[in-house]
C-alpha cells in the first residue's frame, strides 16, 4: 500500500440492518460522513458479524454480499454490495499482525455489518474491502493490541472501520418504541464517551467493569470489540469526535466515533 496522508479510524454503532434501507438521523449521518472522509485507497472492517473461532482475512478479487440475517423484508435480501477486494490489503494485514497465523479466507465475504453501513457511506461499492474477522475464543485486551499492530494501515491509505454496537442487548429491545433508551444504555454509551475523550482507553478494554450494568449493555462482547481495534490505532495527535449517538428501540447504541482528523 501507499503511504501518503494519516487516514482517520471509524467506529459506526450500525443497528438493525434495516437501517441500509433507512433514511433516519443515524443513516443521514453516515452519509455526511461519506462526503467529509478523506476517500481512502481501500477499506479494512471488523464488523461484530464474522465473530468466529481463529482470525481470518478475506483475500479475493471480489467478495460477495452475505445476507447473514433473516425474517426481514425481501427487499432487503435483495441489497448488494459489489465492491472489488483487495489480496494485497489481506497480505498486509498478514504480514502486520505476524507471527499470529492468520487465515487467507476466500469463502466469507462482506457482511450486513459492513454493507448496511458502507452502502450510506461510499454508495458506489468502488473502493476495495477486507473484512477481518473477530476471534471469540480471545480476551478483550488481544483485540485491541490488534488494532495497535494494524495502526500503520491508516498511512498507507486504508480506512479501518469497526462496526457493532457500544450497547446491544437484544432481549430487551422495545421494538414498537424507537425513541425508547434505558437509562442503562444512556448511562454506558455516555461513559464509553467520556473514557474516549479522556484518552483513557484502559478502562474501555476492561469494559465488564466500566459500569455496575454492563453486562445488560453487553451480554456478549461481539458487537463491542470492533471498537477496541478502531480506539488503539489512536496517535498522540489524534483527535477523538463523536458524528451521531442515541439510543435506538431502548437497547441499542447507535454511537459513532471517529479517530483522527478528516472529517
Known amino acids: 500500500m501507499k503511504a501518503g496522508a494519516r487516514l482517520p479510524a471509524l467506529f459506526v454503532g450500525h443497528g438493525s440492518p434495516m437501517n441500509t434501507l ?33 482470525v481470518a482475512v478475506t483475500s479475493m478479487d471480489a467478495p460477495r454480499t452475505i445476507h447473514d ?73 488481544f483485540h485491541y493490541d490488534l488494532g495497535r499492530r494494524l495502526a500503520p494501515l491508516r498511512d498507507e491509505g486504508v480506512l479501518i472501520l469497526g462496526s457493532g454496537n457500544v450497547v446491544h442487548n437484544l432481549g430487551m429491545l422495545a421494538w414498537d418504541r424507537p425513541d425508547a433508551a434505558c437509562d442503562w444504555a444512556l448511562r454506558f454509551e455516555q461513559s464509553v464517551k467520556d ?41 498522540e495527535d489524534d483527535a477523538v469526535s463523536f458524528p451521531v449517538g442515541g439510543i435506538d428501540m431502548g437497547s441499542l447504541s447507535m454511537l459513532s466515533v471517529t479517530v483522527g482528523s478528516g472529517v
Do not use: C, K, M
Open 195 to 235: 473514557h474516549l475523550a479522556r484518552r483513557d482507553h484502559a478502562p474501555l478494554v476492561a469494559w465488564e467493569s466500566l459500569d455496575p450494568q454492563a453486562q445488560l449493555a453487553v451480554p456478549t462482547p461481539e458487537h463491542y470489540l470492533p471498537l477496541l481495534y478502531v480506539i488503539a490505532t489512536q496517535q
Open 69 to 141: 440475517f433473516h425474517g426481514f423484508p425481501r427487499e432487503l435480501f435483495e441489497v448488494e454490495y459489489p465492491v472489488p477486494g483487495s489480496p494485497l490489503l489481506a497480505a498486509r494485514v498478514r504480514d502486520l499482525l505476524r507471527p499470529l497465523e492468520v487465515e487467507a479466507d476466500r469463502s466469507w465475504g462482506v457482511d450486513h455489518g459492513t454493507w448496511s453501513v458502507l452502502a450510506h457511506i461510499f454508495p458506489e461499492a468502488d473502493i476495495p474491502v477486507v473484512q477481518l474477522s473477530i476471534d471469540r475464543t480471545r480476551p478483550a485486551q
Open 22 to 54: 433507512a433514511d433516519n438521523r443515524w443513516t443521514q449521518a453516515w452519509r455526511r460522513l461519506g462526503q467529509s472522509l478523506p476517500r481512502p485507497q481501500a477499506i479494512l472492517a471488523l464488523s461484530a458479524h464474522w465473530y468466529v473461532r481463529g
